[in-house]
């Protein structure tokens, strides 16, 4: 028996996920997306409270520019629940293997993009309305 825990195990690297992959389901593929989706629903909250902290503290005033980039990452963050509801009742209804991960891929990217540019667009809006 100790004999057998000793040996090499030879494994070969291919494109395809194994029984040794973290990503080797639907399900498991879904997961991830609903860690990444409740972790930018948090960044969203976040940052809209600090973005209109900010704006408030320096006495910028609230441009429509600013106020279009707090809806953007507003928008992120509503989005992230929406969805993070969706894949928890796909998860209740156990329709994993119904599911797209095209979809969740797509959701991930639309997120991702509607925070980066609410955040970008703040700081430029930002810059703007300080007082000189």
Do not use: W
Request: hydrophobic share 55%; net charge positive.
């Amino acid at each position: 028996m100790t004999r057998a825990l000793n040996q090499d195990i030879e494994m070969a690297v291919d494109h395809q996920p194994s029984a040794l992959s973290p990503m080797n389901s639907r399900e498991q593929a879904l997961l991830a997306t609903y860690d990444f989706l409740k972790h930018m629903s948090t960044l969203a909250i976040v940052a809209v409270g600090g973005m209109l902290g900010l704006a408030q503290g320096v006495g910028a005033r609230l441009s429509s520019s600013i106020l279009l980039s707090v809806a953007m990452v507003g928008l992120c963050g509503f989005l992230s629940l929406v969805f993070m509801t969706g894949i928890t009742a796909t998860q209740v209804l156990q329709r994993v293997h119904k599911s797209s991960n095209g979809f969740a891929l797509a959701m991930v990217i639309i997120v991702l993009g509607l925070f980066s540019a609410g955040i970008g667009a703040f700081i430029g809006g930002f810059l703007r309305a300080l007082p000189h």
